[in-house]
């Protein structure tokens, strides 16, 4: 602004300077101060003046603006709706003011020319971008981005120029970074990447600030209707630590990662930019050497350094870090099958079998599957590796008569043979022994043993006993047959046997008895 004060001073007779020199002491031209002295005489102003008579009021009296009295009888553009459109694709002010323009016609209201029309918009937008520093407090919050730039490494194998993506977590109150490189931005990098920048700080801030991707906020349209990602939620949740994302297309929400971004970019991108990388591991182990050396670099308009800083004012007030880093859990959901098992990656997991053809959440990390329906765990498993199919069941899940099955074997049968008699323990032994694979015989094994509650034990008993005189490898059925037709009667059994003896020395002949009947 115009020295106006200044230059009325300097023109008072006492000090007798000419109005070149007035020019040359105020910085404006000679035109200018004998326009100004010319108005202040009209006015009748001279010095000394009142305190209050400041540059911007002498202004005012000397030369005052005739557009403001008619400004007001112009209709002002709708700031509120300029802003929401100018951020829709294609649309520009040219094009708002042409409307503004068709509306005034409409409603006989006198408009603003362009130059006007995009000045007051201009002014507007300045209001608001008034900006207010915030204090943070040590070990508060911690604020994290994926860097612009990539950094590059070069495949050993066939020269491929592979990017890397930067990642960078910094505490707002040191300004104490942690940068990593990792070959994608999915969510495995995006969680690895905070477990190891906890790991780096030594402990865990209070807040968690990040940008609204994918992997950390599924959307964010209001400040009451945010949705977190589940895995990073379930992060935040190991280190007990808040998630507040930032506002959409508002950087100031993190200016300190925005910030380091910036710094990252030039003191370890660019200062690697001529060094070749040939691995993941080699690039990483770079840019700790140059992070090192950043965070100890003193700053520019305070003392100490960032490292200095956190150490001393932040560390001490993390929170400690869990026993047990997070490890990386992925969701997925299934259905549960009519056999109550889940499938996943090609293995079977068990479910209770209340739960058949409902769909349930599943937790699945390189150790453990862990099953949830509406939030709460229903079962859980070890994972299963190696070959595809195989099954993890839990004799719980299983309904009552599926439990019962599980519960048979060989031996079991055997017990409960011999406690009926050595023929049907023998004949029992006989049938388990005659399939390939022994679990095909538990059938025939119980549909025996079940006609001892039928036809009593001690016909059973003399029913085997007779199989074994003619066979040494009685059937099932030939026992049934026996039971059917009565010929497991004591004393017919008795004749049998002396005829059989006396008359036929094998027992697989059919002996002249046998017709006799």
Known sequence: MTKY?????????????????????????????????????????????????????????????????????????????????????????????????????????????????????????????????????????????????????????????????????????????????????????????????????????????????????????????????????????????????????????KPNAEGSVGNISTWITAALRNEQFFSLAELNCAIRQKLKDFV???????????????????????????????ELAEWKQATVQYNYHISIDGMLYSVPYEYIKRKVDVRVTGTAIEIFYKQNRIASHRRLYGRKGQYSTITEHMPEDHQQYLEWNGDRFRRWAMQIGPCTGEVINSILTSQRVEQQSYRSCMGLLKMAEKYSPERLEAACKKALSYTASPSYKSIKNILVAGLDDQGSSDTSDKNTSTTNPHAITRGADYYRR
């Open 296 to 326: 100890n670099r003193p700053f520019q308009k305070k003392e100490g350094s960032r490292y200095e800083i956190f150490r001393d004012e932040e560390l001490p007030l993390l929170a400690p870090l869990p026993a047990t880093p997070y």
């Open 5 to 253: 004060r200044e230059i009325i001073r300097l023109a008072q007779p006492i000090l007798q300077l000419s109005q070149e020199k007035i020019a040359a002491s105020c910085g404006v031209s000679k035109k200018t101060v004998n326009k100004v002295l010319a108005a202040a005489k009209e006015k009748e102003l001279a010095w000394p003046l009142p305190a209050s008579y400041t540059d911007a009021v002498i202004e005012g009296i000397l030369f005052p603006r005739e557009e403001e009295s008619s400004s007001p009888s112009k209709r002002m553009p709708d700031y509120d709706y300029i802003r929401k459109e100018l951020l829709r694709n294609g649309v520009n002010k040219k094009l708002l003011w042409t409307e503004y323009l068709e509306d005034c016609r409409l409603n006989g209201d006198n408009p603003l020319m362009y130059s006007q029309f995009c000045y007051y918009i201009q002014q507007d937008e300045q209001k608001r971008r008034a900006t207010m520093h915030i204090a943070r407090k040590p070990g508060e919050q911690i604020e994290v981005d994926w860097a612009g730039d990539p950094a590059q490494i070069i495949d050993p194998d066939t020269g491929e120029i592979i990017n890397a993506y930067i990642f960078v977590g910094v505490m707002t109150y040191s300004q104490y970074p942690y940068v990593e490189a990792f070959l994608n931005e999915k969510q495995d990098s995006w969680i690895s990447a905070h477990v190891h920048m906890y790991e780096y700080f030594g402990g865990v801030s209070r807040i968690l600030v990040p940008d609204n991707c994918k992997t950390a906020v599924i959307h964010n349209n209001k400040w009451n209707d945010q949705q977190i990602n589940a895995v990073y939620h379930e992060m935040a949740e190991h280190y007990n630590t808040a998630i507040i994302p930032a506002r959409v297309r508002a950087p100031k929400d």
